[in-house]
T-cell receptor, first 116, second 115 residues
């Protein structure tokens, strides 16, 4: 049973460029959340996708956008990259939105983005 | 807004000894969950233990247990019989109840285990 996978592992971009990060959820999961983890910090919630729609968003500018595909995989796009976007980007998957019960989130290994 | 605070940037423990990591949180919600995650150098975040706010009994998972003090908004993690493989960054996290997966993390505690 494959866990959450992310690609690429590492990425180097320059300021102003655009980047796309990819995530495949754990088998059977339909909900994907993205987090940004700056060096020495805890992860910060970017947004969450369920049924191909953005359901909840953290305090991130519109330069951060995403997409979820019918197979539940997801992409995170960042436009007009800034030096401050350098971070580890984590994807987490779960089953449903768990309105009435707990659903565990499983994290991927992350994509390390460096902006020069 | 909910916040999670970890006041211990680094901790160290001898192998086979016990260590306690501290976490405090702030929320006005009554329905929420608290978690401890472990992030080893491989970067993959792993769930260690969770606690539902409505449960009075402290959660336990093998060598890991929590001390959940709801009134004090405190949620500490105790690791017994520490092993070299326990060395990692530990994050305390909060999630409110309802239809959300949004986790709010603390800044983490780096745990070193000395042989």
């Amino acid at each position: 049973d494959a866990g959450v996978t992310q690609s690429p592992t590492h990425l180097i971009k320059t300021r102003g460029q655009q980047v796309t990060l990819r995530c495949s959820p754990k088998s059977g999961h339909d909900t994907v959340s993205w987090y940004q983890q700056a060096l020495g910090q805890g992860p910060q919630f970017i947004f969450q996708y369920y049924e191909e729609e953005e359901r909840q968003r953290g305090n991130f500018p519109d330069r951060f956008s995403g997409h979820q595909f019918p197979n539940y995989s997801s992409e995170l796009n960042v436009n007009a990259l800034l030096l401050g976007d350098s971070a580890l980007y984590l994807c987490a998957s779960s089953l449903g939105l768990a309105e009435y019960s707990y659903n565990e989130q499983f994290f991927g290994p992350g994509t390390r983005l460096t902006v020069l | 807004a909910q916040t999670v605070t970890q006041s211990q940037p680094e901790m160290s423990v001898q192998e086979a000894e016990t260590v306690t990591l501290s976490c405090t949180y702030d929320t006005s919600e009554s329905d929420y969950y608290l978690f401890w995650y472990k992030q080893p150098p491989s970067r993959q975040m792993i769930l260690v233990i969770r606690q539902e706010a409505y449960k009075q009994q402290n959660a336990t998972e093998n060598r890991f247990s929590v001390n959940f003090q709801k009134a004090a908004k405190s949620f500490s993690l105790k690791i017994s019989d520490s092993q070299l493989g326990d060395a990692a960054m530990y994050f305390c996290a909060y999630r409110r109840g309802g239809a959300t997966n949004k986790l709010i993390f603390g800044t983490g505690t780096l745990l070193a285990v000395q042989p």
